[in-house]
C-alpha cells in the first residue's frame, strides 16, 4: 500500500498541476484503464521505467530504515 502511494504521489508531482487536472477529468468521466494508461504515458513519457525507478528507490529506502 505504501509504494502505491508513492508511485502515485510521485506521479502527480511529475505531471504537474495542468496534469492532475486533466487526470481528475478522465476519473471524473469514469474512463477506461486503457485511457488512464495512456494518459499517464503521454505526460510521462516511458511510464512504466518510471514507476519501476519509483518502487526501486522506495525498496532501497524500506531496506535502509530497517
Same mark, same amino acid.
Request: proline residues 2%; aromatic residues 12%.
Given at each position: @500500500? =505504501?509504494?502505491?502511494?508513492?508511485?502515485?504521489?510521485?506521479?502527480?508531482d *511529475? !505531471?504537474?498541476?495542468?496534469? %492532475?487536472?486533466?487526470? #481528475?477529468?478522465?476519473?471524473d468521466? @469514469? =474512463?477506461?484503464?486503457?485511457?488512464?494508461?495512456?494518459?499517464?504515458?503521454? *505526460? !510521462?513519457?516511458?511510464?512504466? %521505467?518510471?514507476?519501476? #525507478?519509483?518502487?526501486?528507490?522506495?525498496?532501497?529506502?524500506?531496506?535502509k530504515?530497517?
Open positions: @500500500e =505504501a509504494l502505491l502511494k508513492r508511485v502515485f504521489l510521485d506521479t502527480m *511529475k !505531471i504537474g498541476d495542468d496534469g %492532475v487536472k486533466e487526470y #481528475e477529468e478522465l476519473l468521466k @469514469e =474512463a477506461k484503464q486503457e485511457e488512464i494508461e495512456a494518459f499517464f504515458e503521454k *505526460k !510521462i513519457p516511458g511510464y512504466n %521505467v518510471f514507476v519501476r #525507478e519509483v518502487a526501486e528507490k522506495f525498496k532501497e529506502e524500506m531496506t530504515n530497517l
